[in-house]
């Protein structure tokens, strides 16, 4: 096997509280290797996004990560970077997407600006230079060049979610995390950007950390799977296996709450 | 089916804003929900089922076309009958965070439509009818009574949304997206209750969702909808086993499903079928063929 792209260890991370502290994630370990989609599964409230944040770097006091944990990106300890450090493993190596990320392009500026302003600050780009590159971007996710000229509310909920992720993808990130990418869009749209996004780092050779509660969705795009309850990884598995011999009763349970398309549960 | 529907539309139209840039949430839309079953109206966002509910709860008039309450045309009504409409059509809504007041106990949600909607409920015994709502509904009434909705999670607070409306002893029940905002492992259990309260006490069940794996486990009607139009309807089971109109086909194909992998080539959408898809079904569809007994679809 190849050295793992990202290598998470015994991460616990607290919610300091008044009188006692909350344990979020607690002593969950996982490895993604290069170009592999690892999913994330559990209900709200189990800790999924918790890490997420962890490993871009994004949690502020009250969460605070316990010192055994380490999370390691290309052997480099991300808890230990500074800030200068910080600010350029960030997109450029880790890119994140949100499930209302749609939302966070800024309604003023037209696309190309914002394209325009990543590759500026990172990679010192040229305006001309910068709008070859929105525009090859763009392509990838199937929007015609010519719209970088329009502004957020011009585009389909949809279609501002793949800008969102043109825009992650535009620094060659070494892994993408997701947090619930596709949750607020109709299965139609859904399953066109997962489908891109597989193609493209089937291409592009990144890595993704996909997190959902949609089992079903899940299998269909992850390779491996790690299953979360209050806070632990209670599973941890290939799609297949999780899918076709699920071992831990939290993972029977929640294949058994969907409802099959083709009558009965899912298990 | 047989029997005269509870509510029906016929050939609704509902256009918002005028000249070229109206929108037509709903054209020429046409349902009806019968005692003790369940129709289920999927579709997109922006396809028009919530101006469906809302013309079926009265918040909206239809722009053409007629609503029935029993064979009586609503627009018909008299202040009594126009009464009798509010009570007997109840509705749940999507966010249980939201739809109930963050001020009052769940015991006052549920003792306001008893004293507004039923005069037959004597004050004597409001407190013993607020208690067996909530058994109804399968929660703990000493416990859950004098609470606030913020102590309550999700799945409870639609619980008590639930009995809230049957508080008013409705007829039919309109619930527009009741699971979308729960978490999975509790969604079951709210639409097995959905499912019991329509057999016991002969609801009419109008369950809108875009989530149309829940939709088979809840409705034995279907009605999907999309730009406006009601694309192909009937037997929930035919419709989703055989589908016939191309946007049945395309929701149907894009529902996560295990067994298939987006690796496969073969399951692969092509962005310019979609495209064509929603381009065609979005025309104005006229003809309806009938593919089978109790199986119905839309063509230009």
């Known amino acids: ?267 | 089916m047989t029997g005269q529907p509870i509510l029906a539309l016929d050939r609704v139209t509902k256009t918002f804003g005028h000249g070229p840039g109206a929108v037509h949430a709903a054209r020429s839309i046409s349902f009806s929900l019968h005692a003790g079953r369940a129709l289920a109206l999927v579709g997109e966002s922006g396809s028009g089922k919530t101006t469906c509910a809302r013309m079926a709860m009265r918040e909206y008039l239809p722009t053409d076309g007629k609503i029935l309450f029993k064979g009586k045309a609503v627009e018909a009504a008299n202040a009594a009958e126009a009464a009798h409409y509010r009570r007997a059509v109840q509705m749940i809504f999507q966010d249980p965070f939201a739809s109930l007041n963050p001020a009052h106990t769940i015991a006052y949600h549920l003792k306001r439509p008893l004293l507004l909607h039923r005069p037959d409920v004597k004050r004597s015994e409001i407190d013993a009818t607020v208690r067996a709502l909530l058994q109804q509904v399968k929660l703990d009434p000493d416990l859950v009574a004098p609470k606030y909705p913020h102590e309550l999670s999700g799945g409870q607070r639609q619980r008590v949304n639930i009995a809230r409306a049957l508080a008013a002893k409705p007829e039919v029940i309109v619930a527009d997206e009741p699971t979308s905002m729960l978490d999975v492992s509790v969604r079951l259990g709210v639409l097995n209750l959905l499912s019991e309260m329509k057999q016991e006490m002969k609801l009419g069940l109008l369950y809108i969702t875009h989530d149309i794996a829940t939709a088979r486990y809840v409705a034995e009607d279907i009605a999907v909808m999309y730009a406006g139009q009601i694309v192909e309807w009937g037997n929930v089971g035919k419709v989703i086993d055989s589908p016939a109109h191309p946007y049945t086909k395309l929701l149907l194909s894009a529902v996560p499903d295990p067994d298939v992998r987006f690796d496969d080539p073969s399951v692969r959408l092509r962005p310019e079928d979609v495209e064509d898809i929603r381009r065609q079904s979005a025309m104005t569809q006229d003809r309806i063929v009938e593919v089978d007994p109790d199986h119905f679809v839309r063509a230009a």
Not at chain 1, 75 to 101: C, P, T, Y
Not at chain 1, 159 to 186: F, G, K, S, Y
């Open chain 1, 1 to 267: 096997m190849t050295a793992p792209l990202l290598s998470v260890k015994n991460l616990t991370i607290d919610y300091i509280g008044e009188e006692k502290d909350f344990r979020a994630v607690d002593n969950v370990s996982f490895d993604v290797a290069p170009g592999e989609v690892f999913g994330l599964a559990g209900e709200s409230g189990c800790g999924k996004s918790t890490i997420a944040f962890a490993i871009s770097r994004l949690h502020k006091p009250p969460a605070l990560i316990r010192r055994e944990s380490t999370i390691l990106l290309n052997g480099r300890d991300v808890l230990d970077l500074d800030d200068k450090a910080l600010r350029d493993f960030r997109w450029r190596e880790v890119a994140m997407v949100f499930q209302s990320a749609m939302n966070s392009l800024n309604p003023v500026l037209r696309i190309e600006q914002q394209f325009y302003d990543v590759l500026k600050t990172h990679k010192g780009m040229s305006r001309a230079q910068a709008r070859d590159r929105t525009a090859e971007m763009l392509k990838l996710v199937d929007i015609a060049p010519d719209r970088m000229r329009d502004y957020p509310h011009q585009f389909s909920g949809g279609m501002r979610q793949r800008i969102v992720i043109a825009i992650c993808l535009a620094l060659d990130p070494r892994l993408v995390v997701m947090d619930e990418p596709t949750t607020a869009l109709d299965v139609v749209v859904q399953r066109e950007i997962l489908q891109r996004i597989n193609e493209l780092r089937r291409s592009l050779g990144f890595a993704v950390l996909f997190i959902t509660h949609d089992l079903g969705l899940m299998v269909q795009f992850c390779d491996r799977i790690g299953i979360m309850l209050a806070g632990k990884l209670v599973e941890q598995n290939t799609a297949e296996a999780i899918y076709g011999s699920p071992e831990h009763d939290y993972t029977k349970q929640l294949w058994a709450s969907f409802p099959s398309l083709h009558g009965g549960v899912l298990l």
